[in-house]
T-cell receptor
Framework: SQKIEQNSEALNIQEGKTATLTCNYTNYSPAYLQWYRQDPGRGPVFLLLIRENEKEKRKERLKVTFDTTLKQSLFHITASQPADSATYLCALADSSYKLIFGSGTRLLVRP | EAEVAQSPRYKITEKSQAVAFWCDPISGHATLYWYRQILGQGPELLVQFQDESVVDDSQLPKDRFSAERLKGVDSTLKIQPAELGDSAMYLC????????????FGPGTRLTVL
């Protein structure tokens, strides 16, 4: 069956460091992958989209990589700030564009 | 920037009662989604509309859940009767073709079934 795995343990890092979050998937051939940010009690907010034929995408301090051979996406936040503390969700879409979400990884950035 | 509106924000009900949630998507967004999110998990799609038509309701428990989008604008999700296991956050999202499949989520309705 299709499976998306994100680290269930919170990632705790020092302000200014680079945060790296991982999204692995199995039994899936996604057309593209998205990353969302979710704050407690709020709906997810779209951050980045990367297509299957793209290796890397950047937006300001954010960078996403997509390796369809490893079936993995990495999400990086450089120069992290306490305001970056949130849960980050990866979501995969197949050719029908239906999104399947991972369970998310909580990021804590210490000042 | 325009936002997706949902109401109510919180709902407490007893099991076997009926509940309804309302969503108003961003103006001009043809696609509307209802998701359920259990604490500690990612959102799970319940139903997807394209204009007023259902395009995917494969994960909607149709014995108790129903959804409609009569005029292709706002939408209502209903649960009747509610069960204890329905306690969750219900999220509405919308998207438009010119923004790819970037989905804009509303603030959600937190449902507690006692």
């Amino acid at each position: 069956s299709q499976k998306i795995e994100q680290n269930s343990e919170a990632l705790n890092i020092q302000e200014g460091k680079t945060a790296t979050l991982t999204c692995n998937y199995t039994n899936y051939s996604p057309a593209y992958l998205q990353w969302y940010r979710q704050d407690p009690g709020r709906g997810p907010v779209f951050l980045l989209l990367i297509r299957e034929n793209e290796k890397e995408k950047r937006k300001e301090r954010l960078k996403v990589t997509f390796d369809t051979t490893l079936k993995q996406s990495l999400f990086h936040i450089t120069a992290s700030q306490p305001a970056d503390s949130a849960t980050y969700l990866c979501a995969l879409a197949d050719s029908s564009y239906k999104l399947i979400f991972g369970s998310g990884t909580r990021l804590l950035v210490r000042p | 920037e325009a936002e997706v509106a949902q109401s109510p924000r919180y709902k407490i009900t007893e099991k076997s009662q009926a509940v309804a949630f309302w969503c108003d998507p961003i103006s001009g967004h043809a696609t509307l989604y209802w998701y359920r999110q259990i604490l500690g998990q990612g959102p799970e799609l319940l139903v997807q509309f394209q204009d007023e038509s259902v395009v995917d309701d494969s994960q909607l428990p149709k014995d108790r859940f129903s959804a409609e989008r009569l005029k292709g604008v706002d939408s209502t999700l209903k649960i009747q009767p509610a069960e204890l296991g329905d306690s969750a956050m219900y999220l509405c999202a919308s998207s438009s073709l010119d923004r790819g499949n970037e989905q804009f989520f509303g603030p959600g309705t937190r449902l507690t079934v006692l």
